[in-house]
T-cell receptor, first 118, second 116 residues
């Protein structure tokens, strides 16, 4: 789907475990965005990262959630000590340039990771 | 803040029927507007976009016109097919200056089912 690769597609965790979600942006894209989709809801912005920098994490829960986008490798969304309410689909999107500079360019989405908490 | 309101679904239509999915928005300034489509088990795909007032976005027979006076961006298609069955999301992106401009704000989505 437009080259953004997310894995795993499905992830099952028990309460209290850690969940790691990976996102490789489209080739040539250095800007990554994470969104969460709760059942029957639209997507909600979580965090925006560039390589080695978190630009905006205003949508991230204050505790247990973290994100990184290292110089090498995929972007990682990490959820510690998962709870039932973390069950959702998590989508990653990427863009080639700073959307603040060019807000009209679309973001390209991956197929998402569906996280289920037992 | 920014918000997007879509018509409630689900919407069920017969093949070749006319489709309208209403979308209105609240935003300051001049947002860009998008329609995304999500097929079962997949991510979102950009369907069409419009970046300024009176622009018409179109793709695969779908159209939407950016109406600033009514703050609307309704999605239309003259003749739907079974393969159009999916969830459709209206979204906007913020201003070129200030915080939050890169955040897409989504509506809740409208599920469309087209029956033969």
């Amino acid at each position: 789907n437009a080259g953004v690769m997310q894995n795993p597609r499905h992830l099952v965790r028990r309460r209290g475990q850690e969940a790691r979600l990976r996102c490789s942006p489209m080739k040539g894209h250095s800007h990554v965005y994470w969104y969460r989709q709760l059942p029957e809801e639209g997507l909600k912005f979580m965090v925006y990262l560039q390589k080695e920098n978190i630009i905006d994490e205003s949508g991230m829960p204050k505790e247990r959630f973290s994100a990184e986008f290292p110089k090498e490798g995929p972007s990682i969304l990490r959820i510690q000590q998962v709870v039932r309410g973390d069950s959702a689909a998590y989508f990653c999107a990427s863009s080639p340039q700073n959307i603040r500079a060019q807000p009209n360019q679309p973001q390209h989405f991956g197929d998402g990771t569906r996280l289920s908490i037992l | 803040g920014n918000s997007v309101t879509q018509m409630e679904g689900p919407v069920t239509l017969s093949e070749e029927a006319f489709l309208t999915i209403n979308c209105t928005y609240t935003a300051t300034g001049y947002p860009s507007l998008f329609w995304y489509v999500q097929y079962p088990g997949e991510g979102l795909q950009l369907l069409l976009k419009a970046t300024k007032a009176d622009d018409k976005g179109s793709n695969k027979g779908f159209e939407a016109t950016y109406r600033k006076e009514t703050t609307s961006f309704h999605l239309e298609k003259g003749s739907v097919q079974v393969s159009d069955s999916a969830v459709y999301f209206c979204a906007l992106s913020g201003l070129p200056s200030g915080a939050g401009s890169y955040q897409l704000t989504f509506g809740k989505g409208t599920k469309l089912s087209v029956i033969p």
